[in-house]
């Protein structure tokens, strides 16, 4: 069975600070893995989509990792903003499961300004 | 931007109601999800489609029911809301095959039941 972590779960760091978040997953047999960020009360917004032949997807101050042998993915944050403050979920796609997209409980980031 | 919308995105009710929440996609995906998640907690799958017909139960056994005659609809329908229903529902799609696509998500659905 699949199963998704997110370490940590909650992260307060002052404007300006790089920043990383870690997701591992148990199950190296993915097809993609997929980056969120959720605000309050609202939908999800996919920030970076990285096929399983990928190592790396980057957009803007945004760049994502992926290890498929060792089960980990980490989302880099550059030059953090207040307006970065949200939940930041990862996602893996794979035949376990019956192919359906299990989610990790997220990381709640809080930029102080 | 994703073009998938969710209606109403609030939703206030008595106990007993019938509702029907909406879900549309114009990105022709096969592929449809209802996932249900409480404030601050994980999603949940609770209903897939795979097409037109096709319907299945997700992880998290729910009362609700969803069909897909058409596409690009995707609605979930409660017949006897009860608090314990209470909770944000998301819609999301997806290419169809394996692994090809990115998860698209609406606005949600926020369904408040007195």
């Known amino acids: 069975k699949q199963e998704v972590t997110q370490i940590p779960a909650a992260l307060s760091v002052p404007e300006g600070e790089n920043l990383v978040l870690n997701c591992s997953f148990t199950?190296?047999?993915?097809?993609?893995l997929q980056w969120f960020r959720q605000d309050p009360g609202k939908g999800l917004t996919s920030l970076l989509l990285?096929?399983?032949?990928?190592r790396e997807q980057t957009s803007g101050r945004l760049n994502a990792s992926l290890d498929k042998s060792s089960g980990r993915s980490t989302l880099y944050i550059a030059a953090s903003q207040p307006g970065d403050s949200a939940t930041y979920l990862c996602?893996?796609?794979?035949?376990?499961?019956?192919?359906?997209?299990?989610f990790g409980a997220g990381t709640r980031l809080f930029v102080k300004a | 931007e994703a073009d998938i919308y969710q209606t109403p995105r609030y939703l206030v009710i008595g106990t007993g109601k019938k509702i029907t929440l909406e879900c549309s996609q114009t990105?022709?995906?096969?592929?449809m999800y209802w996932y249900q998640q409480d404030p601050g907690m994980e999603l949940h799958l609770i209903h897939y489609?795979?097409?037109?017909?096709?319907?299945e139960k997700g992880d998290l056994s729910s009362e609700s029911t969803v069909s897909r005659i058409r596409t690009e609809h995707f609605p979930l329908t409660l017949e006897s809301a009860r608090p314990s229903h209470t909770s944000q529902y998301l819609c999301?799609?997806?290419?169809?095959?394996?692994?090809?696509?990115?998860?698209?998500f609406g606005e949600g659905s926020r369904l408040t039941v007195l």
């Open positions: 999301a799609s997806s290419e169809q095959g394996a692994g090809t696509g990115e998860l698209f």
């Open positions: 489609s795979y097409g037109v017909n096709s319907t």
């Open positions: 990285i096929q399983s032949s990928q």
């Open positions: 990105m022709g995906h096969d592929k």
């Open positions: 996602a893996v796609e794979g035949p376990t499961g019956g192919f359906k997209t299990i």
């Open positions: 199950d190296s047999a993915i097809y993609n």
